[in-house]
């Protein structure tokens, strides 16, 4: 097919543009395999990558969309051929190259998992690189000592990608999960995704921050950071941990060196984007495993011509849970 949808947004020096239209492989990036995208998703970078000053997008016209699932249609790379199933998250997809809201998609082949046995490409991106981030924060905590036997773990922006999918693997591992949020109408999602106690954002919060506060969590995952990330830091058991990803309540972090050299807790940064490929294939094989989340519960289907309003939705904080675009 030499022509194809994707959306795509530009930028001159007078006008912003956001929508599906038609392009032709001739506009497709370098790359030694080309893939058909049956599916993507809405992550809270692409919702940025969706507007003027979202600081995400570097080069225009640009295709979005920062993970994909499809199959290879093409190959020059040793490790894929033609009919294979592949997963793509991370290594800036959706951010320098041209990434998953298109029909087309022509990658490295470096960049690729073998789509694992046990998950579909629809399940892949729900899970995308929402739920990769959540499976490695796990991953990350348990490495570091972590058991259920520990005490209970917090989830903070539980009701987001991250945070979701976090809620139902720990469940699943027999964890005892304590999930936050801002949305007070959500708390019968997060008790059906497997927590047991559903927290406000306030809770999770702090006013004024103490360097030490009451022991509280075994560990969290945290994709808020912030004034959030504080709070939680100065309420960790001995001992304990917090794996952080994001940064949806702020880059600064108003900590002392208190809970890490009175308490030995550690602060795990999450990068799910440059992370090793043998970490990443161990990471998708437990996805599709033991860190498998309930993920009829977690996700809703739209398709291409739906992409720009669920955009402006999560930018306006209104998802709840995955939305995997349908491609194909």
Same mark, same amino acid.
């Given at each position: 097919m030499s022509a194809f949808q994707a959306f795509v947004v530009n930028k001159t020096e007078t006008e912003f543009t956001a929508g599906v239209q038609? %392009?032709?492989?001739? @506009?497709?990036? =370098?790359?030694?395999?080309?893939?058909?995208?049956?599916?993507? $998703?809405?992550?809270?970078?692409?919702?940025?990558?969706?507007?003027?000053?979202g600081k995400i997008v570097k080069t225009y016209p640009f295709v979005p969309g920062i993970d994909l699932a499809g199959v290879v249609v093409s190959s020059q790379h040793p490790r894929f051929r033609e009919g294979d199933e592949v997963v793509a998250t991370g290594y800036?997809? /959706?951010?320098?190259? #041209?990434?998953?809201? $298109?029909?087309?998609?022509?990658?490295?082949?470096?960049?690729?998992?073998?789509?694992?046995?046990?998950?579909?490409?629809?399940?892949?991106?729900? %899970?995308?690189? &929402?739920?990769?981030?959540?499976?490695?924060?796990?991953?990350?905590?348990?490495?570091? /000592?972590?058991?259920?036997?520990?005490?209970?773990?917090?989830?903070?922006?539980?009701?987001?990608?991250?945070? $979701?999918?976090?809620?139902?693997?720990?469940?699943?591992r027999g964890y005892t999960v304590e999930a936050s949020t801002g949305k007070a109408a959500e708390h019968d999602y997060l008790r059906v995704l497997g927590a047991k106690e559903v927290l406000t954002r306030e809770d999770v919060t702090a006013e004024h921050i103490r360097p030490l506060d009451k022991q509280r969590w075994a560990a969290a995952v945290d994709p808020v950071g912030g004034r959030t990330l504080a709070t939680v830091l100065?309420? %960790?058991?001995?001992?304990?941990?917090? &794996?952080?990803?994001?940064?949806? /309540?702020? *880059? =600064?972090?108003?900590?002392?060196?208190?809970? #890490? %050299?009175?308490? /030995?807790?550690?602060?795990?940064?999450?990068?799910?984007?440059?992370?090793?490929?043998?970490?990443?294939?161990?990471?998708? =094989?437990?996805?599709?495993? @033991?860190?498998?989340?309930?993920?009829?519960?977690? &996700?809703?289907?739209?398709?291409? *011509? =739906?992409l720009p309003q669920a955009l402006k939705r999560i930018l306006r904080g209104e998802l709840r849970g995955r939305m995997v675009v349908r491609l194909g």
């Open positions: 038609t %392009i032709s492989m001739d @506009d497709l990036p =370098e790359g030694d395999v080309l893939v058909r995208v049956h599916y993507s $998703s809405v992550n809270y970078k692409d919702g940025l990558a969706s507007i003027p000053d800036e997809i /959706g951010v320098t190259h #041209f990434g998953g809201y $298109s029909e087309y998609a022509r990658l490295h082949g470096e960049w690729l998992v073998p789509l694992p046995k046990g998950l579909t490409l629809k399940e892949a991106m729900a %899970i995308g690189t &929402a739920g990769f981030t959540a499976a490695l924060s796990i991953h990350r905590l348990e490495e570091h /000592g972590l058991t259920p036997e520990r005490g209970p773990v917090l989830v903070t922006g539980a009701t987001g990608g991250v945070g $979701s999918l976090a809620v139902s693997m720990l469940a699943k100065s309420r %960790i058991r001995y001992g304990g941990a917090v &794996a952080v990803s994001g940064l949806t /309540g702020g *880059a =600064e972090v108003p900590t002392t060196v208190h809970p #890490f %050299i009175l308490r /030995g807790v550690s602060l795990l940064g999450i990068d799910s984007v440059y992370c090793p490929m043998d970490v990443r294939l161990r990471i998708w =094989e437990r996805l599709a495993g @033991d860190l498998k989340p309930d993920l009829e519960r977690i &996700a809703q289907e739209i398709s291409l *011509a =739906e």
